[in-house]
Nanobody
Framework: QVQLVESGGGLVQAGGSLRLSCSASGRTFSSYAMGWFRQAPGKEREFVAAIRRSGSSTYYADSVKGRFTASGDNAKNTVYLQMNSLKPEDTAVYYC?????????????????WGQGTQVTVSS
């Protein structure tokens, strides 16, 4: 089984930056994409970003486009999310996900494995 360990969350002031990382251990399998999602209190888990594992293509939710950057390091079996110009609306628990197989990278149902989540809190 694959285990994902997330780190990099914390408390920042609006306009600040954080870099999240997610490292996988155990056996992994070929997949279409890996992604990042977030869930704010009382809200559904929503798509944030995804990256194609076979190339450099990335995809972003409109709410974070231009501020967040997703990347991956296949050699380290790790994915990253660089978050700049953070807003209070970005406050949420952030989850990494791997092994999306069907191309619907924006859907939680596409992914087989999930990280434990890391809290990001942005103060006004």
């Amino acid at each position: 089984q694959v285990q994902l360990v997330e780190s990099g969350g914390g408390l920042v002031q609006a306009g600040g930056s954080l870099r999240l990382s997610c490292s996988a251990s155990g056996r992994t399998f070929s997949s279409y994409a890996m992604g990042w999602f977030r869930q704010a209190p009382g809200k559904e888990r929503e798509f944030v970003a995804a990256i194609r594992r076979s190339g450099s293509s990335t995809y972003y939710a409109d709410s974070v486009k231009g501020r967040f950057t997703a990347s991956g390091d296949n050699a380290k079996n790790t994915v990253y999310l660089q978050m700049n110009s953070l807003k209070p609306e970005d406050t949420a628990v952030y989850y990494c996900a791997v092994d999306c197989y069907n191309g619907h990278y924006y859907s939680t149902g596409c992914y087989r494995y999930w990280g434990q989540g890391t809290q990001v809190t942005v103060s006004s």
